[in-house]
């Protein structure tokens, strides 16, 4: 069964296409620094927002116009990985990535909810002998049902903790039964509503007996693939301990799981926690965590994960320049934790915001790449921190100075002179390198 009748394989017919199922700047055979396109940006489609969500809202029920919206139960489930082939097919991704609630409906029991997903697990093996599009990374969804209420491996209830350390040995079984790049934990309700009931120490040694239970799980059965922790700052609950790349890196330090863990970062969780996505990127970048990224956006107008498909030229090619100076994502990948606006409900919207998504990280990636060639943001960083590369400078950077030398320098100084950061002049820089970059292709 078709489920997408009215979409073609979709192609790359460049920027002055009309086609709105059309690539107007992904070519995913263009190669950039000797790689393709598709290597370098590596696109994922997410099961839960693409095939699992239909719209709802606090204020209203959902909209999605689904073909298999007449569905229940496993039947709904097969259909559902039917229809995510097709669709992977037609949009030429290399990847997916899925919780396990999302491609298996859960059951009375732990062993229903395995035995479900085992047989979507299987038939969505057998697709893959036939599809170029592989797992990049699965989780397990330890949020959305009332046992987590106040979290997983941070539970008061050691039941929960069980349940939930079952809940990833069979995630881990899964991921290596399909050949999954990477593991991800997002901690959604890994955190506290008030202090005024919290054991903050226990929860968190807690979650760091779980991690590395996971780890030495995954040793055991032979899964060798990169562990990624999803910071977000808040909702759902009031204060997550992943709040931030940061946060989650001294937490990793802490408790000996840098070696296991890198971070998955998505742009709209940054914002949620009062950074740029650009920031969260370069810290993890800088501490060597970046592992892989979730692509969105948020609505600065509203105060509430929006996930909405990135559109924003000047984050994508923000991104894409921490990217490349990370060397790419290695395993990692650009996958699209977003969903179509709760009015575009036509099963053909699916598309559209896809085509969207990945043609604003191809323009990111081609804008970030001509930057780097230059070397435009390098060379003027290179000289504003030029005192340190000579003289007193060259003895801090080196060690070679202390308190007392610093003293003696300070004492015969006369006068200090900074030198302008220029950021006026930066960014219209970056404007000038984005706008020469789209009339380049589109006068090709």
Known sequence: MAYFENVKNIQFEGANSTNPLAFKYYNPQEVINGKTMEELLRFSVTWWHTFTAD????????????????LTGLDLAKARVEAAFELFEKLNVPFFAF??????????????SNKNQDIIVNMIKEYMKTSKTKLLWNTANMFTNPRYTHGAATSPNADVFAYSAAKVKKGLEVAKELGAE?????????????????????EQDNLARFFHMAVDYAKEIGLNVPFL???????????????????????????????????????NHATLAGHTFEHELRVARINGMLGS????????????DTDEFPTDLYSTTLAMYEILLNGGLGKGGTNFDAKVRRGSFDPEDLFHAHIAGMDAFAIGLKVANKLLEDRVFENFIDDRYSSYTKGIGLDIVEGRTNFRELEQYAL?????????????????????????????????
Do not use: C
Not at 101 to 107: C, K, Q, S, Y
């Open 55 to 70: 719209g709802t809202d606090p204020f209203g029920v959902g909209t999605a116009i689904r073909p298999w919206n007449h």
């Open 99 to 112: 919780h396990d609630v999302d491609i298996a409906p859960e059951g009375s029991t732990l062993a229903e």
């Open 182 to 202: 990477n593991y991800v934990f997002w901690g959604g309700r890994e955190g506290y509503e008030t202090l005024l009931n919290t054991d903050m120490k226990l």
């Open 229 to 267: 922790i999803e910071p977000k700052p808040k909702e759902p609950t009031k204060h997550q301990y992943d709040f931030d790349v940061a946060t989650g890196l001294a937490f990793l330090q802490k408790y000996d799981l840098t070696d296991y863990f890198k971070f998955n970062l998505e742009a």
């Open 293 to 304: 990224i979730d692509a969105n956006q948020g609505d600065p107008l509203l105060g509430w």
């Open 412 to 444: 015969g100084l006369t006068e200090i002179k900074n030198t302008s950061g220029r950021t006026e002049v930066l960014r219209a820089t970056l404007n000038q390198y984005l706008l020469e970059t789209l009339s380049s292709v589109a006068v090709r």
